[in-house]
């Protein structure tokens, strides 16, 4: 049970006297919430007793939330009126008593079908501001339903229009002794809330108006008091059916006579009770959860949502909703278990059993503010005052959501939360954060240059970072920016992209248009720091060229490395050097760890699984074009290598890459050797020159960062191994060859 999941596992001590406590004040407050919503949904008000009772107690059971209250609440019981209306079903009759428990058993069966689907998902796609604006919507028109009840009118139902409509028409009635009943109750709450907030003013209050009533007789000068309710439980029906004198069920709803005409409208109603529910129920107990950082298993909750809803079809009431009214109350007791929802439930069992007479002694108005000071509690206001001193598009998103609730009610409100978040995403998408970056003397990394007054753009380079995905809707604003940023002296432009998570087909298309466009003028263009992934979506999507010629690298500073920038780089409009990391200064922790990491193999970051094979092809090219050429060790280091590395067509390898590039041109040299291609007077020579630029990058490296050596050695030997299996009949001569070579060098 989740129940005790939660006793044992929780992540504070339990106080079960306060969860207890709890469960009573929210079964007390819910007797009259309870059965004013049965009234709507065209029940008689015991039987919003009845879904208080045994519904509670499996939702307590089954929850993965702590704190969040069930029970019968206004949006469904709404609903259900309204298609008893429709169907010109009287409230209270004995059609309404079978008709009403089959929808709350379709609204069941739809929530045990969203389980299935796993349904719950769509809640993570609502943003804090909309789930913030809707919670607080359904909250502000709970408190319109209520208001007239304070001053002893009816409570309305609708959206705002009819809610404040209602209100005017009720204040024909209006009761000054109720009205100060009433009000009192909500500021004395209010007031002992900032003052005395451990004190349960909630149970305080609904005493004092039973006191009130026993000692001056309130109903004598017009003061409405709740219903009187026969005692007893509750009997166990079938939904849809009515028992003979026999004891046999008989299938009922046929003698409706719009029955199945209005089937098809009975089971979209109750889809729609299910998302309701759903919605309001997940958003609410979501926000508990965040607030006190539990952990909510949305598709748990929908099953949970079924049981309970089973439950109540059952017990013959209608459906059963999330309660942002009780739990508010649940709330302010510091509950912290679901042991409140048992103890609730129990409370309803002996209110039905003993209690019934005490239900008459309670004034409305008095019940009433107690519902309203739970409902303004749930509001969230220092929600919305955050946004609108912190971000006036998400204050908008958070009021557009509010008034699509008051306005449109609860379930557009829902499609409009939905919406609205994925608008404020596609928003946010086509405008990322950008930047442009430089480097800031004596420290390593790169820095904005908006942000940072000390940091400097590198001379002839403009580095960009965008922070977002690429697909359609931004790859212009993406263009234009980096062509805003270049200057007639840039040589090359560099995209630190590690913010872009995936491309579209016609962003890989644009930026090949701008790779093709700079490279035409003289410019050359990188993209960086990304996930290799962005390279397998760039070559699926028509991207290759870039990943052929080079044009995505590892890091900032292979790229700019390839470009023939080495550090020290030389800072624009200063003519002095980031002299963070030349070769005399000792480079600081962060400086190392991206030394490190940019000389990992960045040929298998950009190839994938086709690393390998593209390595070998390059390594088989340059030996190819060496053998067709004749050329001595002299044109090797004109042809192949510059000052500080390989310099092949795809561009400068970095440190691993070129290790394993030496190892599979040696395998390549023996294999043209054998077939008499080129001379063993020139494979030995071009060798020994091989070896000496392998021990010329081990010691650069080691002097850039001793630690690196370590990788590098346990790199050779996952080449080797490869060497050994694709190549078992030239392992073994490159083997002994270099055997000879270390032999010839100790000499």
């Known amino acids: 049970m989740r129940l005790i999941t939660h006793l044992r596992t929780g992540s504070e001590t339990i106080n079960y006297g306060r969860d207890i406590f709890g469960g009573i004040v929210v079964g007390l407050v819910s007797i009259p919430i309870s059965m004013g919503y049965a009234q709507i949904a065209g029940l008689p008000p015991v039987y919003g007793?009845?879904?208080?009772?045994?519904?509670?107690?499996?939702?307590?059971?089954?929850?993965?939330?702590?704190?969040?209250?069930?029970?019968?609440?206004?949006?469904?019981?709404?609903?259900?009126?309204?298609?008893?209306?429709?169907?010109?079903?009287?409230?209270?009759?004995?059609?309404?008593?079978?008709?009403?428990?089959?929808?709350?058993?379709?609204?069941?069966?739809?929530?045990?079908?969203?389980?299935?689907?796993?349904?719950?998902?769509?809640?993570?796609?609502?943003?804090?501001?909309?789930?913030?604006?809707?919670?607080?919507?359904?909250?502000?028109?709970?408190?319109l339903m209520q208001i007239p009840k304070l001053f002893g009118?009816?409570?309305?139902?609708?959206?705002?229009?009819?809610?404040?409509?209602?209100?005017?028409?009720?204040?024909?009635?209006?009761?000054?002794?109720?009205?100060?009943?009433?009000?009192?109750?909500?500021?004395?709450?209010?007031?002992?809330?900032?003052?005395?907030?451990?004190?349960?003013?909630?149970?305080?209050?609904?005493?004092?108006?039973?006191?009130?009533?026993?000692?001056?007789?309130?109903?004598?000068?017009?003061?409405?008091?709740?219903?009187?309710?026969?005692?007893?439980?509750?009997?166990?029906?079938?939904?849809?059916?009515?028992?003979?004198?026999?004891?046999?069920?008989v299938f009922a709803l046929t003698g409706i006579k719009s029955f199945w005409d209005s089937l098809p409208d009975l089971i979209m109603q109750s889809l729609g009770i299910a998302a309701v529910i759903m919605a309001q129920t997940l958003l609410a107990s979501g926000n508990y959860a965040r607030k006190y950082q539990d952990d909510l298993d949305n598709n748990a909750e929908l099953l949970a949502y079924g049981a309970m809803n089973l439950a109540s079809a059952f017990l013959g009431a209608c459906p059963i909703n999330g309660s942002v009214s009780r739990s508010g109350i649940a709330d302010s007791q510091g509950v912290r278990s679901q042991l409140m929802s048992v103890s609730a439930g129990l409370i309803m069992l002996i209110v039905l059993l003993f209690g019934t007479p005490f239900i008459g002694y309670l004034p409305v108005p008095v019940l009433t503010g107690i519902v309203i000071t739970a409902l303004i509690g749930i509001l969230e206001l220092k929600l919305e005052r955050k946004l609108w001193h912190m971000g006036r598009n998400e204050w908008i998103v958070f009021m557009l959501a509010f008034f699509g609730v008051m306005f449109l009610g609860t379930l557009y409100g829902i499609v409009i939360g939905v919406v609205l978040s994925f608008g404020e995403t596609a928003i946010r998408s086509v405008s990322p954060p950008t930047a442009f970056v430089g480097r800031i003397p004596g420290h390593g990394n790169f820095y904005s240059l908006k942000r940072n007054s000390a940091a400097r753009p590198i001379r002839n380079t403009v580095i960009y970072r965008f922070s977002g995905n690429l697909f359609f809707a931004n790859i212009e604003f993406f263009c234009s920016e980096i062509e805003g940023g270049i200057k007639e002296d840039t040589h090359q432009v560099v995209v630190d992209a590690r913010g872009i998570g995936s491309v579209d087909m016609t962003a890989v298309g644009r930026l090949v248009q701008l790779y093709i466009s700079l490279r035409e003028r003289g410019i050359l263009f990188y993209l960086t720091e990304h996930d290799g992934s962005l390279n397998d979506q760039l070559r699926s999507l028509g991207g290759s060229m870039l990943i052929e010629e080079g044009a995505v690298r590892r890091t900032i500073t292979l790229a700019l490395r390839d470009a023939g920038l080495e550090k020290p780089y030389e800072l624009e409009n200063t003519g002095e050097q980031d002299m963070s990391a030349t070769s005399g200064i000792r480079l600081n922790d962060a400086e190392n760890a991206v030394e490190a990491?940019?000389?990992?193999?960045?040929?298998?970051?950009?190839?994938?699984?086709?690393?390998?094979?593209?390595?070998?092809?390059?390594?088989?090219?340059?030996?190819?074009?060496?053998?067709?050429?004749?050329?001595?060790?002299?044109?090797?280091?004109?042809?192949?290598?510059?000052?500080?590395?390989?310099?092949?067509?795809?561009?400068?390898?970095?440190?691993?890459?070129?290790?394993?590039?030496?190892?599979?041109?040696?395998?390549?040299?023996?294999?043209?050797?054998?077939g008499g291609r080129i001379s063993s007077e020139t494979t030995s020579r071009i060798e020994r020159h091989i070896e000496r630029r392998r021990r010329f990058g081990q010691k650069k490296l080691s002097l850039i960062n001793p630690g690196a050596i370590h990788l590098l050695n346990k790199h050779e030997k996952v080449i080797r191994n490869y060497i050994k299996h694709k190549h078992p009949n030239e392992y073994e001569t490159f083997l002994k060859m270099r055997k000879e070579q270390k032999t010839d060098d100790k000499h």
């Open 153 to 249: 009118g009816m409570a309305g139902t609708g959206e705002v229009i009819e809610l404040l409509t209602n209100i005017v028409i009720q204040s024909d009635r209006f009761h000054l002794i109720s009205f100060i009943l009433g009000l009192g109750t909500v500021l004395i709450i209010l007031l002992c809330k900032k003052l005395i907030p451990k004190v349960p003013m909630t149970v305080i209050m609904m005493l004092a108006g039973a006191v009130l009533q026993i000692i001056f007789h309130l109903d004598r000068y017009g003061v409405k008091l709740m219903a009187e309710v026969a005692p007893g439980l509750p009997k166990l029906i079938l939904p849809g059916y009515v028992f003979t004198a026999s004891g046999l069920p």
């Open 49 to 143: 007793l009845y879904g208080s009772l045994l519904p509670i107690i499996i939702f307590g059971l089954m929850t993965t939330s702590r704190q969040f209250v069930v029970g019968v609440d206004a949006m469904p019981a709404v609903i259900a009126g309204t298609m008893l209306s429709q169907m010109g079903v009287g409230p209270g009759s004995e059609e309404a008593l079978i008709l009403v428990p089959f929808m709350t058993l379709l609204t069941a069966v739809w929530f045990f079908v969203l389980y299935l689907l796993k349904a719950g998902r769509i809640v993570k796609y609502v943003s804090t501001p909309v789930m913030g604006g809707f919670i607080s919507g359904v909250g502000f028109t709970i408190i």
């Open 597 to 674: 990491e940019e000389r990992l193999s960045e040929f298998e970051w950009v190839f994938g699984d086709e690393a390998d094979e593209r390595m070998e092809a390059l390594a088989r090219g340059v030996a190819d074009e060496l053998a067709f050429s004749g050329a001595d060790g002299k044109e090797l280091e004109e042809k192949v290598l510059d000052e500080e590395g390989i310099r092949t067509s795809w561009g400068l390898l970095g440190r691993f890459d070129e290790d394993e590039f030496w190892d599979l041109l040696e395998i390549r040299l023996e294999e043209l050797k054998a």
